[in-house]
């Protein structure tokens, strides 16, 4: 909770005051337990949303809102795409991937997460520094602690992956 003050604020601000949906976010960030405790099933049951271990891991871990924002970022996915991880708060995911790969795959899978659906892709990385690198994008629900367990986010996770045949890559 090293930063809550101030991921409260972004929150805040981020949700136009809708103090229920900021606080459900930062409840899926909380590294203690909760008040809620026992309500429904929710990612803060097992710390999965835990910063200190997402920031720790070597794959690149993002939380996209329903609006195709940046929630969060792990320090990985934030020094790949060369910012500080609260400079990609707020911030649309079209303006890393571009407005075209954005349309034309990412937002229909984004929108069937937020479905519900658990999502994996493969697509060629988009910076020309990594040309011929594939990559391995899976999609999972972050939904609400509360017992209605609606989806409020995507729980992204990004890797580099070998050889990928042309017919599992995202068009």
């Known amino acids: 909770m090293r930063n809550s003050a101030s991921l409260s604020s972004l929150i805040d601000r981020y949700f136009g005051g809708a103090s229920e949906a900021a606080a459900e976010v930062l409840m899926a960030f909380s590294t203690g337990k909760n008040e809620q405790e026992g309500e429904g099933a ?24 329903r609006d195709y924002r940046y929630l969060y970022s792990n320090a990985a996915n934030s020094e790949y795409l060369k910012s500080k991880p609260i400079e990609l708060v707020g911030r649309h995911l079209s303006e890393f991937i571009g407005s075209e790969l954005f ?8 929108d069937a997460c937020f479905a519900g659906e658990t999502v994996n892709c493969h697509y060629p990385a988009y910076r020309p520094t990594d040309v011929n690198k594939t990559l391995h994008c899976r999609m999972t629900p972050l939904r609400a602690t509360k017992p209605r367990g609606e989806v409020i986010g995507a729980l992204v996770v990004v890797h580099e992956v070998g050889a990928v045949s042309a017919n599992m890559l995202v068009a």
Do not use: H, Q
């Not at 929710?42 to 200190?52: H, M, R, T, Y």
């Not at 349309?103 to 984004?110: A, M, N, T, Y």
């Open 103 to 110: 349309e034309g795959c990412f937002k229909s899978k984004l």
């Open 42 to 65: 929710g990612f803060d049951e097992d710390n999965v949303l835990n910063d200190v271990i997402l920031d720790s891991l070597p794959d690149r871990v993002a939380v996209i809102t």
